[in-house]
C-alpha cells in the first residue's frame, strides 16, 4: 500500500492463481481496510478451475474502475483467458501488466503490454487478441 497525494491510499490489484495470489498476500498487497472491502471488495482474486469466464471478466472489470488500485498484476494463463479484455483496454491507470506464473512458462509475444511498447517504437510486433 502507498500513500499519493493528501494520504490517499493506493493499491495493486491481482488475479491468478492461488500460489501466486497468496504470495503476492504475503508479501503485503492485500488491503485490510474493512471499509474498502465493503465497498470495493478485495483487491486480489483467485482463478480456479470451478471460476467462470463471466467471474473472471467482473473482477477485471471491478479492479480496472476501482479509484484506489494503480496496478493491477494479472498472470499470463489467466490474460490468455480474458485477452480481449486487455487488448482493448486503453487506460493508463491502473496499469495492467502481466506476469508469470509458477507452473506456466512466460511468453514475451502474448504480453499485450511488451507488444504496445514494441508497436509505438515502431518495433515489430503486434498485439494479438484471443
Same mark, same amino acid.
Given at each position: 500500500? &502507498?500513500?499519493?497525494? +493528501?494520504?490517499?491510499?493506493?493499491?495493486?490489484?491481482?488475479?491468478?492463481? /492461488?500460489?501466486?495470489?497468496?504470495?503476492?498476500?504475503?508479501?503485503?498487497?492485500?488491503?485490510?481496510?474493512?471499509?474498502? +472491502? &465493503?465497498?470495493?471488495? @478485495?483487491?486480489?482474486? *483467485?482463478?480456479? =478451475?470451478?471460476?467462470?469466464?463471466?467471474?473472471?471478466? /467482473?473482477?477485471?472489470? =471491478?479492479?480496472?474502475?476501482?479509484?484506489?488500485? *494503480?496496478? %493491477?498484476? %494479472?498472470?499470463?494463463? *489467466? &490474460?490468455?483467458?480474458? =485477452?480481449?479484455?486487455? *487488448?482493448d483496454y486503453n487506460k493508463t491507470i491502473p496499469a495492467v501488466l502481466?506476469? @508469470?506464473?509458477?507452473?506456466? @512458462?512466460?511468453d514475451a509475444n502474448n504480453d499485450?503490454?511488451?507488444?504496445? %511498447?514494441?508497436?509505438?517504437?515502431?518495433?515489430?510486433?503486434?498485439?494479438?487478441?484471443?
Open positions: 500500500m &502507498a500513500k499519493h497525494g +493528501k494520504g490517499d491510499e493506493k493499491l495493486i490489484g491481482v488475479i491468478g492463481d /492461488e500460489d501466486t495470489v497468496t504470495g503476492m498476500l504475503l508479501a503485503g498487497v492485500g488491503d485490510n481496510n474493512a471499509k474498502k +472491502k &465493503a465497498d470495493f471488495g @478485495p483487491n486480489y482474486f *483467485v482463478v480456479t =478451475r470451478d471460476k467462470s469466464l463471466d467471474q473472471l471478466e /467482473e473482477a477485471f472489470h =471491478r479492479m480496472t474502475s476501482r479509484p484506489d488500485i *494503480v496496478i %493491477v498484476l %494479472v498472470t499470463q494463463a *489467466v &490474460a490468455n483467458d480474458i =485477452r480481449h479484455l486487455i *487488448v502481466e506476469i @508469470p506464473s509458477k507452473d506456466i @512458462p512466460y499485450t503490454v511488451l507488444c504496445k %511498447v514494441n508497436t509505438a517504437l515502431g518495433c515489430a510486433g503486434e498485439v494479438r487478441k484471443k
